[in-house]
């Protein structure tokens, strides 16, 4: 079941240059930055609410996230929700044909377990559900 949504992702060509605005002129709690490895980009983080605003900027021409910077520019990249049980949320989307981007579930920021939906199957958006570390 899903709980909340966890974090609003949105793709950014300069992340110093978007900390200092959403930290600075909109006032968001700035929690720090994270490199995701396995994505190949750096991530800052905002608190609002519960709800984080993730910031995402690509290390390396190969991450997915420089493709979408190429394609559609700076923008929203994908709405993720917090999930108890990532391993049971997959089988319910794959029982329903909605496809995965990655048959493994993969590693988020701090130490949690996610997964990619196919933006095709779910309204044009690109939804990752993660599970937290316990
Ligand atoms: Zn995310």
């Known amino acids: 079941m899903i709980k909340k949504i966890d974090h609003l992702a949105i793709v950014v060509k300069d992340l110093e240059k978007e900390i200092r605005k959403y930290r600075d002129i909109l006032g968001l709690t700035f929690l720090g930055t994270?490199?995701?490895?396995?994505?190949?980009?750096?991530?800052?983080?905002?608190?609002?609410?519960?709800?984080?605003?993730?910031?995402?900027?690509?290390?390396?021409?190969?991450?997915?996230?420089?493709?979408?910077?190429?394609?559609?520019?700076?923008?929203?990249?994908?709405?993720?929700?917090?999930?108890?049980?990532?391993?049971?949320?997959?089988?319910v989307l794959k029982k329903n044909h909605i496809r995965l981007l990655n048959p493994e579930t993969g590693k988020g920021t701090s130490g949690s377990k996610i997964v990619f939906a196919h933006p095709g199957d779910l309204s044009g958006v690109l939804m990752e559900l993660v599970e937290k570390k316990k």
């Open 34 to 91: 994270e490199v995701v490895q396995e994505q190949k980009v750096r991530v800052a983080l905002f608190d609002i609410g519960g709800v984080h605003i993730e910031l995402v900027e690509p290390l390396d021409p190969d991450s997915p996230v420089s493709n979408f910077l190429e394609k559609r520019g700076e923008g929203i990249h994908h709405i993720a929700y917090e999930v108890d049980d990532l391993e049971g949320q997959v089988e």
